[in-house]
């Protein structure tokens, strides 16, 4: 084979394209780079001319597959949904039977599934693989979560375990100090098989519903050391700092105590202080919170992490609100370090509740899809290089390593323990900020969860006499078997009817 054709080729040079074909060159291997737009294709390969790899500028899409080695591997990075579809076409036909194709997109799991049935009638592979990590994840080492057929896992590993992040074997701790042309070397991939067709898709939503889930808390926690305790910028930033030194350490904390610290060049203030309090979002959370709606499984931290996000979006209506409405304007009560501690005892405890609800959905859409998902490898590849990378991860692989069947975090002995520890905290962090106005819509919703959880009986038995009532959906009865129902009749003879 000729030593000038590409390993693989990559189309899409946006900013993430751009890192993952600089990832994937200092790692030795020859990338062949498409972009639609041939000026932005020369100018890259041009600015990066001594990638230990390689880099070649295709400026046609004939000439990009040519220059490819067989069987053929095609990362596409473009904007998911209809443009993906529309490289697609563009490339198959192109392509040599048992080529493939890698969506590296947020791309829905469902189209995906499509995608790879389209693609295997023509003979062709198709990998979904969620890419973590966001720009700097791209350069220097992001967490890979790939499905399709385990065959074209195979043809593909080699080159996504050396690009993935790496962490340490014994601690989990992230691996850094990555420069360009000089990758991390050793270490354990932050990549595996994830599972067949939409599997590595539908794990990536996931983790960026998680992620939405740990991003409000963290926010939340924010604002009730700023607002409900009072607390300067600067203490406030110390509490985040102190945090991340714990068993908090992650990532989001680590970059919310930097934001924490930065001033706004313009007014001095703290530069969270001058950014507008309206959210943007992308679709993976909503997503999220649909799946768990269809498959039935409650992941209410994360879906009022979603809706936060739509509140937020509602300024001018808040702003008005804000003048009509009114609440109270209390304090926390108590002794500022004590209160700094429960606030960081709820925020663990709420991120532990948030967990076990994303992995409880993927369980229920694994078993609907006949998907083998290894959650404690899952939890493994988001050790390092994913957004929602944290100390805390290696303690969820650890409750997998014990039990793989585990239906749900809060059972595992480690994770029981904690919740026992701080739940008095975490109770009274949610009661005074509500005695004070402070919105914690996903700290109490994630306390709700766990004591409807722990709850033997809860009052769906009278939700269902009411159903009952007025459409005849009938219910079961504590003292007979599971799976028979009856119905009463509230307004004629007053009798019970075996349904």
């Known amino acids: 084979m000729s030593k000038e054709l590409s390993d693989i080729g990559l189309i899409g040079l946006a900013v993430m394209g751009q890192n993952l074909a600089l990832n994937i060159a200092d790692h030795g291997f020859r990338i062949s780079v498409y972009n639609r737009t041939v000026s932005k294709t020369e100018e890259f390969v041009k600015k990066h001319p001594d990638t230990p790899g390689g880099l070649h500028a295709a400026l046609t899409l004939e000439d990009f597959v040519a220059s490819i080695q067989r069987p053929r591997k095609i990362i596409i990075l473009v904007q998911a949904g209809k443009a993906t579809d529309a490289v697609i076409d563009s490339l198959v036909p192109l392509l040599d039977k048992d080529d493939i194709i890698i969506d590296g997109g947020n791309a829905l799991w469902s189209d995906t599934i499509r995608r790879e049935k389209d693609l295997t009638a023509k003979n062709l592979r198709f990998i979904g693989s969620g890419v973590s990590g966001g720009e700097e994840g791209a350069r220097f080492g992001p967490s890979l979560m790939p499905g399709g057929a385990e065959s074209s896992w195979n043809e593909l590993a080699p080159i996504w375990n050396a690009i993935a992040a790496k962490v340490d074997g014994k601690t989990g701790k992230p691996l850094e100090g990555a420069t360009p042309g000089k990758p991390i070397v050793g270490g354990v991939p932050c990549t595996t098989y994830i599972g067949p067709n939409g599997a590595g898709h539908f794990v990536k939503m996931v983790h960026n519903g998680i992620e939405y889930g740990d991003m409000q808390l963290i926010c ?103 003048k009509i409405l009114k609440g109270p304007q209390t304090r926390f009560p108590g002794d500022k370090q004590e209160l700094i501690a429960a606030v960081r005892d709820s925020l663990y405890a709420s991120k532990i509740c948030s967990y076990a609800q994303g992995f409880a959905l993927m369980r229920a859409v694994a078993a609907e899809q006949d998907w083998p998902l290894h959650f404690g490898e899952i939890a493994m590849i988001w050790r390092g290089g994913c957004i929602i990378r944290a100390r805390f991860l290696q303690r969820i692989k650890e409750a997998f390593d014990l039990d793989p069947a585990l239906p749900n975090l809060l059972l595992d002995p480690y994770f029981k323990d904690v919740i026992n520890r701080t739940q008095s905290n975490w109770r009274k962090i949610v009661s005074d900020a509500v005695l004070s106005g402070i919105p914690t819509p996903a700290f109490s919703a994630s306390l709700a969860y766990f004591d409807s959880y722990r709850s033997e009986r809860l009052p769906a038995n009278l939700l269902q006499a009411q159903r009952d009532y007025f459409g005849a959906h009938t219910y079961e009865r504590t003292d007979q078997p599971k799976g028979k129902f009856f119905h009463y009749d509230w307004v004629g003879d007053k009798k019970q009817h075996e349904a």
């Open 220 to 322: 939340e926690a924010y604002n009730i050391l700023r607002h409900g305790l009072g607390l300067s910028i600067e203490e406030t930033q110390k509490a985040f700092a102190d945090w991340n030194a714990g068993d908090l350490d992650s990532f989001l904390i680590e970059i919310t105590a930097n934001i924490l610290a930065v001033k706004d060049p313009v007014t001095g203030a703290p530069i969270v202080d001058v950014i507008m309090d309206r959210a943007g979002q992308k679709g993976t959370g909503k997503w999220t919170v649909t799946d768990g709606l269809n498959a039935g499984i409650p992941i209410s931290t994360i879906s009022e992490a979603v809706f936060a996000r739509c509140i937020s979006a509602l300024k001018e209506e808040r702003v008005a609100a804000s």
